[in-house]
């Protein structure tokens, strides 16, 4: 049996995969595996929630080609193996979903051929998974998912596992538009071919962003880590990251009191985070979010954590 954890950037994605740092957090949904010995490899992927994996040809073939990229850093010796995998997050959703699976696939592995990867390694390994999906990831995601917790991450570096003063009292609410990080990072990579000048300038206010955000999560100053997630969501907004339906999240949450609100992840669609006053408060925004939103939960960020959802219908 294998599991992994899905993730949210608190700040800093896409500066991220230009060296910036990063702050992430796992989430308590993830991917879950087992694999077991088989006549053929195989891969059946089964989901638990609503749009969790689009069921279609194109994605069929990238998880196959995904599994296939794993399975080679197996030795050929291996016998074959059949793994099925459970998710509980919803796809394109900038939750970490690929990266989980990826991470779970190879613990699943690891178990069944009896490889011993530290939690680094093995989120190291699996961005031969990754890459499918992403073409060029930070690995923010995979690190998270295979370490868990908090983690300030600088692409290339060690990661640092950050200890909120007090647990992050999150919601997460996904716009039910599935975003491609593929397309999110090439628009990213194109601006900045058109004027380097600019997007390294946002790049600095975001990587400011990150440094006091980090700081401000240590000492457990919910209302300046809200200011700066707020800050975080203007720039990668300058970025032409955002959309109406993920503005009109972001605006419900602050309409409801979150301290802060912005777009986690690649951006285009996928989710927004929000940060509540306390886990009451967290339920109360939810509970909004969920009338626009078919995908909202509660998660707290930086501690063991009960997770509840809303399903809009
Ligand atoms: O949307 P997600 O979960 O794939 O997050 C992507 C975060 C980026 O910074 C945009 C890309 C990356 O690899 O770090």
Redesign the pocket.
């Known amino acids: 049996m294998g599991s992994a954890s899905g993730?949210a950037?608190l700040f800093?994605?896409?500066a991220?995969?230009y060296g910036r740092p990063?702050i992430a957090t796992a989430i308590d949904r993830g991917v879950h595996t087992e694999a077991r010995p088989a006549e053929r490899d195989l891969l059946s992927v089964r989901g638990e929630t609503e749009q969790t994996i689009p069921d279609d040809a194109e994605t069929d073939e990238r998880l196959n080609q995904a599994f296939d990229r794993v399975l080679a850093l197996y030795p050929d010796t291996r016998s074959a193996a059949r793994v099925d995998l459970r998710v509980e997050l919803p796809g394109g959703?900038?939750?970490?979903?690929?990266?989980a699976m990826g991470v779970a696939v190879i613990a699943a592995l690891d178990e069944l051929y009896g490889v011993v990867r530290s939690a680094g390694q093995r989120a190291e390994a699996s961005l031969a998974w990754e890459r499918v999906f992403?073409g060029?990831?930070?690995?923010?995601?995979s690190m998270v998912s295979a370490l868990g917790g908090m983690l300030f991450f600088r692409k290339g570096k060690t990661a640092i596992s950050i200890n909120p003063k007090v647990t992050l009292p999150v919601v997460i609410a996904h716009t039910g538009i599935a975003?491609s990080?593929r397309e999110?990072?090439d628009s990213v990579a194109r601006q900045r071919t058109q004027d380097a000048e600019r997007v390294e300038r946002v790049f600095d206010g975001i990587e400011s962003i990150v440094s006091n955000g980090r700081l401000a999560i240590e000492a457990g100053d919910l209302r300046a880590v809200g200011q700066l997630m707020d800050l975080n969501h203007s720039l990668l907004s300058s970025l032409m990251l955002s959309t109406v339906e993920i503005e009109e999240l972001v605006g419900t949450a602050r309409a409801h009191g979150a301290l802060g609100a912005k777009l986690t992840?690649?951006?285009g669609g996928?989710s927004i985070v929000a940060l509540a006053r306390d886990e009451a408060h967290a339920h109360t925004i939810c509970d909004a979010l969920a009338q626009k939103s078919r995908f909202a939960f509660v998660t707290a960020a930086g501690a063991p954590s009960t997770t509840s959802e809303r399903v809009s219908v």
């Open positions: 993730k950037i800093g994605e896409h991220v995969v990063a959703a900038g939750l970490g979903c690929s990266a992403h060029n990831p930070s690995g923010i995601d975003s990080t999110m990072i992840g690649a951006g996928g």
